[in-house]
C-alpha cells in the first residue's frame, strides 16, 4: 500500500511540477513577445515622428504635403496599429492610438507634440539608459557647435552635409 501512496505522490509532484513549469514558460513567452512589440511599436512611432515634421513643416508654412509622405506616414500608422492588437495590455495603448487616427487635434503641431510627449514615457520603458546618455551627448553636441565647422565633425554617428 505505501508503494501505491508513494508512486501516486511521486506522479502528482511530477504532473504539478510540470504543469508549473509550462505556465511559466508561456507567461515568459507573453513577456518577451509583448517586450518586442512594445520595441516595434516605439521605433514605428520614433519614425513617425521624424516623418511628421514634414506634415509640420507644411502646416506652419501653408504648403501641402508630399503626397508620397503622406502614404509614408498612413502605412506606418497601420503598421503601428495592427502592432498593438497582438498585445492587448499594452502601455500608453489608448495614447497611441488617439495620436495615431483621433481627427479631435486642431493642428499637427498639437498632434506633433502629444506625441513627442508620448515617446518621452515610452523611453522610460524601452532604453532608460541610453536615452539618458544620447541625451546628455546631444546637449554637449549643441554646446560645442558654434565651435566646429561641419567639416570638423568626427563622431561616426555625426552627418554631415
Same mark, same amino acid.
Given at each position: 500500500?505505501? @508503494?501505491?501512496?508513494?508512486? !501516486?505522490? &511521486?506522479? *502528482? $509532484?511530477?504532473?504539478?511540477?510540470?504543469?508549473?513549469?509550462?505556465?511559466?514558460?508561456?507567461?515568459?513567452?507573453?513577456?518577451?513577445?509583448? @517586450?518586442?512589440?512594445?520595441?516595434?511599436?516605439?521605433? =514605428? $512611432?520614433?519614425? /513617425?515622428?521624424?516623418?511628421?515634421?514634414?506634415?509640420?513643416?507644411?502646416?506652419?508654412?501653408? =504648403?501641402?504635403?508630399?503626397?508620397? *509622405?503622406?502614404?509614408?506616414?498612413?502605412? !506606418?500608422?497601420?503598421?503601428?496599429?495592427?502592432? +498593438?492588437?497582438?498585445?492587448?495590455?499594452?502601455?500608453? /495603448?489608448?495614447? !497611441?492610438?488617439?495620436? +495615431?487616427?483621433?481627427?479631435?487635434?486642431?493642428?499637427?503641431?498639437?498632434?506633433?507634440?502629444?506625441? @513627442?510627449? $508620448?515617446?518621452?514615457?515610452?523611453? %522610460? +520603458?524601452?532604453?532608460?539608459?541610453?536615452?539618458?546618455?544620447?541625451?546628455?551627448? %546631444?546637449? @554637449? =553636441?549643441?554646446? $560645442?557647435?558654434?565651435?566646429?565647422?561641419?567639416?570638423?565633425? =568626427?563622431?561616426? &554617428? %555625426?552627418?554631415?552635409?
Amino acid at each position: 500500500m505505501t @508503494e501505491l501512496i508513494a508512486f !501516486i505522490s &511521486g506522479v *502528482m $509532484l511530477t504532473l504539478t511540477g510540470a504543469i508549473l513549469s509550462y505556465g511559466l514558460q508561456i507567461r515568459q513567452e507573453k513577456k518577451k513577445a509583448k @517586450e518586442r512589440i512594445r520595441f516595434e511599436v516605439y521605433m =514605428n $512611432l520614433m519614425d /513617425l515622428n521624424s516623418y511628421y515634421f514634414w506634415v509640420t513643416s507644411a502646416e506652419f508654412t501653408g =504648403n501641402k504635403v508630399d503626397p508620397h *509622405m503622406n502614404k509614408l506616414i498612413h502605412e !506606418i500608422a497601420l503598421k503601428t496599429s495592427d502592432k +498593438l492588437r497582438q498585445v492587448d495590455d499594452m502601455e500608453y /495603448l489608448d495614447e !497611441i492610438l488617439e495620436i +495615431l487616427f483621433s481627427e479631435r487635434f486642431k493642428s499637427a503641431t498639437e498632434r506633433a507634440h502629444k506625441m @513627442e510627449e $508620448l515617446l518621452e514615457k515610452l523611453h %522610460s +520603458l524601452i532604453s532608460p539608459r541610453f536615452i539618458k546618455k544620447i541625451k546628455e551627448i %546631444s546637449r @554637449e =553636441n549643441l554646446l $560645442l557647435m558654434p565651435t566646429k565647422s561641419l567639416d570638423k565633425l =568626427n563622431a561616426p &554617428g %555625426s552627418t554631415k552635409i
